[in-house]
RNA sequence: GGUCCUGUGGCCGAGUGGCUUAGGCAAUGGUCUGCAAAACCAUCUACAGCAGUUCGAAUCUGCUCGGGACCUCCA
């Protein structure tokens, strides 16, 4: 399926109107995501972020793009709280815990990988550091002094977000008013350099504890929250690019910022289409590391956590996000979950079933329009609780044709077959449950005579003893089910 | 306090002017089976409240009530 044929639209947040996909370049997209700041473990919330915009890129490769996916790892530069002014996260930690600032994002970086690893995410094509490229944020920042948008104060650079809004609307991305921000603007530390409480920082200088800092020719510092993602969005992607995604709370300021910064030092705006991931909630709230609210991914595969009470397989949890849309707030909870895990099951199970049934001269069905209705959910702001829905109808269907209910054509059974594996296993990012306990040839050797066994006691009407040869499989995790021609068995 | 979003059946969760029986899970009845399991068939519960616009609204508008996000690091 090429990407020509298909009328891709996005919800871009920018102009909060669903607009059809036209990338700059034909044929190529550029794709920025704001990641994770490497100073603590992800958490569950996190990870749907990352998982959403796997699923975005994974379709615009399904659908032959050329997609260039650029993902920061944030190892400097964020502010604590208005309490500890200036101190950076990560310097900040790695006090407390007497390591190097480098220890610790090695540590988290390397867990950050892992996690979205078991999620089957793919990788993005170029995974930069804040750390990795002071440079060209110190280049930026110099850009915007040149044009008048920002100003230094002891060692520190601001960005002049009043001057900025005389030729530019700042705000326009989370629809806020700069008089309604004046007036709502606390009182923080180090307000007293700026020329409004609005402004923000590009450098900070940086006080002699401070462990993280580089010269400048403002001094020893470090950049400011915003800035990386500018430069090193424009570094990779160019001055303007086709999408820049992240999660609904970065909309403002960060995202706000990063169009602001890229519009003063390059006089263009930096991104077509904005869009945003919305909150994982539980118990009703948005998951938040300040707040405590969280689960970890490890305490959900484990199932060592009092919200949920067993594991789940990371691909359960991945599917049970793509039962709501990327742009819904979706609560977490172990029914919600439950209930994803079962039609989880029979998906894959009618995965299996349509490799193995017959084909007839004719389709009963409309196999092409089944398929383009796959496409047709995808292309409408990559819109997966429909298509989830739709591989259902697939799957009800495929369950008809093995029944002999429903008849499927040789070709159509191809057609069928290559898309959903395509949408179920490339888009959407599925793995079959993994049955490696099941690969194993002596169990094999064993079930088959254990199995013979039952037989011959099912034929002598002996149900006491082939129940509970059945009965003891399933305490062992091994489930038995009788048809037709015999019994089949496998591994929970 | 300001800005914005949201309220769908037992649970989760799509849809957005007229027929979507959305879908998943659960429940009930049935087919199949020695019994199960699986699968299939059928049934069931709905659009927070009030008012308005309209031939027609769950879908648009207003108000009320509830929930949430952001305004401070946050996916």
């Not at 977490?332 to 079933?353: P, Q, V, W, Y």
Request: aromatic content about 10%.
């Amino acid at each position: 399926m090429n990407y020509k044929e298909n009328k891709l639209k996005i919800n871009n947040s920018l102009t909060g109107e669903k607009e059809v996909f036209n990338s700059i370049l034909d044929g190529f997209v550029g794709l920025y995501v704001c990641g994770p700041t490497v100073y603590s473990d992800v958490h569950l919330g996190n990870c749907r972020t990352f998982i959403s915009f796997d699923v975005i890129y994974r379709y615009l490769l399904h659908l032959g793009y050329k997609v260039r996916y650029v993902r920061n790892i944030t190892d400097a530069g964020h502010l604590e709280n208005d309490a500890e002014e200036g101190e950076d996260k990560i310097a900040k930690k790695a006090r407390l815990e007497q390591l190097e600032p480098m220890e610790i994002v090695q540590r988290y970086t390397l867990d950050f990988h892992k996690v979205l690893d078991q999620f089957n995410n793919l990788p993005p094509n170029i995974e930069p550091t804040a750390t990795g490229h002071i440079i060209e944020q110190i280049e930026m920042i110099m850009d915007i002094i040149e044009n008048g948008f920002a100003y230094e104060a002891n060692g520190s650079v601001y960005f002049d977000v009043e001057k900025y809004n005389e030729s530019n609307n700042y705000g326009e991305l989370s629809k806020r008013k700069i008089e309604d921000l004046v007036a709502g603007t606390r009182t923080l530390d180090g307000q007293e350099e700026k020329r409004s409480p609005l402004d923000f920082a590009l450098w900070k200088n940086a006080k002699p504890e401070h462990i993280m800092k580089w010269p400048s020719p403002w001094g020893l510092g470090f950049p400011g929250w915003h800035l990386e993602c500018s430069a090193m969005s424009t570094k990779y992607l160019g001055e303007s690019f086709d999408i820049h995604g992240g999660g609904m709370d970065l909309k403002f300021p960060h995202h706000e910022c990063e169009i602001a910064q890229g519009t003063a030092a390059n006089g263009s705006k930096p991104v077509n289409y904005w869009m945003h991931a919305n909150m994982l909630t539980l118990n009703g709230k948005k998951m938040s590391k300040s707040t405590g609210n969280t689960l970890l991914p490890e305490e959900l595969f484990s199932g060592d956590n009092e919200v949920l009470g067993r594991a789940y397989h990371p691909i359960v949890v991945r599917f049970f996000m793509m039962q709501a849309h990327y742009a819904s707030v979706l609560d977490f909870s172990a029914e919600a979950l439950n209930s994803s895990e079962k039609g989880f099951l029979r998906l894959m199970e009618a995965m299996k079933i349509l490799e193995e049934i017959k084909t007839s001269k004719k389709s009963s069905f409309d196999v092409e329009g089944l398929i383009m209705k796959f496409y047709n959910a995808m292309n409408d702001d990559f819109n997966t609780p429909i298509l989830v829905a739709h591989l259902f109808d697939a799957a009800k269907y495929i369950q008809a044709v093995n029944l002999g209910k429903e008849t499927i054509s040789e070709s159509d059974k191809k057609d069928l077959t290559f898309a959903m594996n395509e949408f179920v296993f490339d888009v959407l990012g599925l793995t079959l449950p993994s049955e490696e306990k099941g690969n194993n040839e002596s169990l094999e050797t064993v079930m088959e005579l254990v199995l013979q066994m039952r037989q011959k006691a099912r034929e002598n009407k002996d149900w006491t003893t082939a129940d509970a040869i059945r009965d003891k499989l399933n305490e062992a995790k091994i489930v038995v089910k009788d048809d037709k021609d015999g019994a089949t068995w496998k591994v929970q």
